[in-house]
């Protein structure tokens, strides 16, 4: 009875109008918008072509899902060291950045593949026995190593200007503990906004390329696709790229279910069953694969806009839809994407330097809510030797291991030998659903749907 209650409300909320529900999407868009186009900034990617492929990204998930969900997906922080990994190994033969970011486009593709995969396993078998090989002592450590390997490029970028990273990080963390409603879900944006704002003002911005952009263009060019790389390949560095990028996609599906768990509680639906945990993953890696072949970063769902749900107390999907259009037709506008290219560094760094610290903490909470034993000598070698491989390989003289044919990054070997130990070895007591880490991951540095909650 409650669920039918629940689905007459949100047929309700279709009679607020075209004005009310425009309005809705505007906020929708303004909550994932900092976070999506940072990750671009970050990585060098096409800001453009990003926003394209997260509204495009969010309706084909949506049509996936038979228009149930109401999930937004924008740009995944969880393949930044992914894309720098093989940015890094490109570097080494030769390659400038440009050159080596559509290889880890492809790498990003067959992680958004295996997306169908596991989809395919949990409809044959179910979560749980599926992801017992996927345990919190294998993907804590993974999500914390993924923090730490970035940090290195956030101080870099702060050491432009200390007092532009350190203005970012103070609006980040204020908005972030004591703001109230929206503002508490877009933290980043506002750091962004803030810092920008005021390196421009000391006169640190160049907006040369912004006054010298089109107002309208294409989102992106065949040389920054992952097709570009088909005309003369390098098959090692092709190789290197899929083994690095791969294993990580094992910690963002589980993000993903922890984010389809928060839609659900948030608007008392169970989505897991209906439309299904299967369909909603393939949305997800649909619109990774789909995101990365044209040169933008992986995606994934979005936890401020379930905050934005919680807030408005709208959960008609077709909210996140309008957005999902706005999105668009941003992408379509050169210069508005030459304004976020001529971001300082060090509002870049400032932010980051919050974020990657998040991406650790995220693994760290992970662990705890888990309760994973750490008086056990099998979780303290798997967890030992993952940490140490991810940090040490990445800040070790080779930067990767180099088999021949092909080099390793360090994620990608820690999150094989984590992957492969926790298998082999004996003691697996894992069962999904059973601590409250399995359906509370996010990514981004907000305050968790609950808190949202218990504060209204």
Same mark, same amino acid.
């Given at each position: 009875?409650?669920? +039918?209650?629940?689905?007459? @409300? /949100? %047929? $309700?909320?279709?009679?607020?109008? &075209?004005? &009310?529900?425009?309005i809705l999407g505007l906020q929708h868009l303004f909550a994932m918008f900092g976070a999506t186009v940072l990750v671009p900034v970050i990585t060098g990617l096409s800001v453009s072509s990003t926003l394209l492929f997260a509204g495009l990204g969010t309706l084909l998930f949506h049509f996936l899902t038979k228009m149930k969900v109401p999930a937004f997906l924008g740009s995944s922080f969880a393949f930044l060291g992914g894309y720098a990994a093989v940015a890094q190994m490109g570097a080494d033969k030769g390659f400038d950045l440009a050159t080596s970011l559509p290889y880890a486009c492809i790498g990003v593709f067959c992680a958004g593949l295996l997306y169908f995969v596991l989809a395919g396993f949990f409809a044959a078998f179910g979560a749980r026995k599926v992801l017992r090989f996927f345990p919190p002592i294998v993907t804590g450590p993974i999500i914390i190593a993924i923090g730490l390997t970035l940090s290195g490029s956030a101080i870099q970028n702060c050491a432009q200007n200390w007092w532009i990273a350190i203005l970012a990080v103070a609006i980040v963390v204020n908005c972030? /503990?004591? =703001? &109230?409603?929206?503002?508490? /879900?877009?933290? /980043?944006?506002? =750091?962004? +906004? =803030?810092? %920008?704002?005021? @390196? @421009?003002?000391? =006169?640190?911005? $160049?907006?040369?390329?912004?006054? $010298?952009?089109?107002? +309208?263009?294409?989102?992106?060019q065949w040389k920054d696709t992952a097709f570009a790389v088909l005309q003369n390949p390098d098959w090692g560095l092709v190789i290197a790229a899929i083994i690095a990028i791969l294993p990580i996609s094992l910690a963002t599906m589980v993000e993903h279910i922890g984010d389809m768990c928060a839609i659900s509680s948030t608007t008392e639906i169970n989505y897991l069953e209906d439309p299904g945990l299967h369909r909603t993953l393939m949305g997800d890696g649909l619109a990774t694969a789909l995101a990365s072949l044209f040169g933008a970063p992986a995606n994934t769902t979005y936890g401020e806009n379930t905050g934005v749900l919680n807030i408005t107390k709208v959960f008609d999907p077709r909210v996140i839809r309008i957005a999902a259009i706005f999105a668009i037709i941003l992408s379509f506008c050169p210069k508005f994407a030459a304004l976020i290219g001529a971001m300082p560094a060090a509002t870049i760094g400032g932010v980051s330097l919050v974020l990657y610290g998040m991406i650790s903490a995220v693994g760290v909470r992970n662990i705890v809510e888990n309760q994973v034993d750490f008086t056990s000598s099998r979780n303290l070698i798997i967890a030992a030797l993952i940490l140490v491989l991810a940090i040490g390989i990445k800040y070790g003289a080779n930067d990767a291991i180099d088999l021949g044919f092909t080099k390793l990054s360090g994620l990608a070997v820690a999150a094989l030998v984590g992957i492969f130990l926790n298998a082999l070895l004996p003691g697996n007591d894992y069962v999904f659903g059973k601590g409250q880490g399995d359906t509370a991951m996010s990514f981004t540095p907000r305050k968790s749907v609950d808190e949202v909650a218990k504060e209204e």
């Open positions: 009875m409650a669920q +039918v209650q629940k689905e007459q @409300a /949100i %047929y $309700d909320a279709r009679k607020l109008g &075209k004005g &009310k529900m425009t972030n /503990i004591w =703001g &109230k409603k929206m503002v508490q /879900i877009v933290p /980043i944006l506002l =750091g962004v +906004v =803030g810092s %920008y704002a005021v @390196a @421009a003002c000391f =006169g640190q911005v $160049d907006f040369t390329p912004v006054k $010298d952009a089109a107002w +309208v263009g294409l989102p992106f």
